[in-house]
T-cell receptor, first 110, second 114 residues
């Protein structure tokens, strides 16, 4: 079955609004949760990550929250801008590897 | 600048031919990985290597082969046994225990079978 699930698959937001992407994971032993941004024709780039001993982490307009009890974590993008349009992947450490979600297409409408 | 380089960016292959994708890193990372990306499928692991001269199959290794003769290099060969090779291929690297620190990805190679 899926180790990491990501919802929704596509998200459209008006410029200036907030975007939230949620991921769930299956392995309670997972303790590292990175988020990657992939622009068209490029490789994914790490934008933020969180470890299991922390509930929230912020970096300017992006933040990640983690709920270990429910086994889910979310990416929050505030004041969205057109350059935020991309595919976002979540990942979780599982069995000494990173397991990736299927990705979420975020479209920021000017 | 340190980084991970994939070449070529675009590659065309005739059916029945083997083709090799290059991946080189100067980050001094021990671990390297190959992923295949198809629309709606996310990132699927083909092969990974945690140290020179050692590598393991990932989730979709059939029809692919790799070698790890140097720390900096992890080439992927797409063989004629791979029935549907058209895809975007991503190489990544990490320090040991990269599952706790994240991976660095290359910019990808788009392979098309003609």
């Amino acid at each position: 079955g899926e180790n990491v699930e990501q919802h929704p698959s596509t998200l459209s937001v008006q410029e200036g609004d907030s975007a939230v992407i949620k991921c769930t994971y299956s392995d309670s032993a997972s303790n590292y949760f990175p988020w990657y941004k992939q622009e068209l024709g490029k490789g994914p780039q790490l934008i933020i990550d969180i470890r299991s001993n922390v509930g929230e982490k912020k970096d300017q307009r992006i933040a990640v929250t983690l709920n270990k009890t429910a086994k889910h974590f979310s990416l929050h993008i505030t004041e969205t801008q057109p350059e935020d349009s991309a595919v976002y992947f979540c990942a979780a450490s599982i069995n000494n590897r990173l397991a990736f979600g299927k990705g979420n297409q975020v479209v920021v409408i000017p | 600048d340190g980084g991970i380089t994939q070449s070529p960016k675009y590659l065309f292959r005739k059916e029945g031919q083997n083709v090799t994708l290059s991946c080189e890193q100067n980050l001094n990372h021990d671990a390297m990985y190959w992923y295949r990306q198809d629309p709606g499928q996310g990132l699927r692991l083909i092969y990974y290597s945690q140290i020179v001269n050692d590598f393991q199959k990932g989730d979709i290794a059939e029809g692919y082969s790799v070698s790890r003769e140097k720390k900096e290099s992890f080439p992927l060969t797409v063989t004629s046994a791979q029935k549907n090779p058209t895809a975007f291929y991503l190489c990544a690297s990490s320090t040991p225990g990269g599952y706790n620190y994240g991976y660095t990805f290359g910019s990808g190679t788009r392979l098309t079978v003609v």
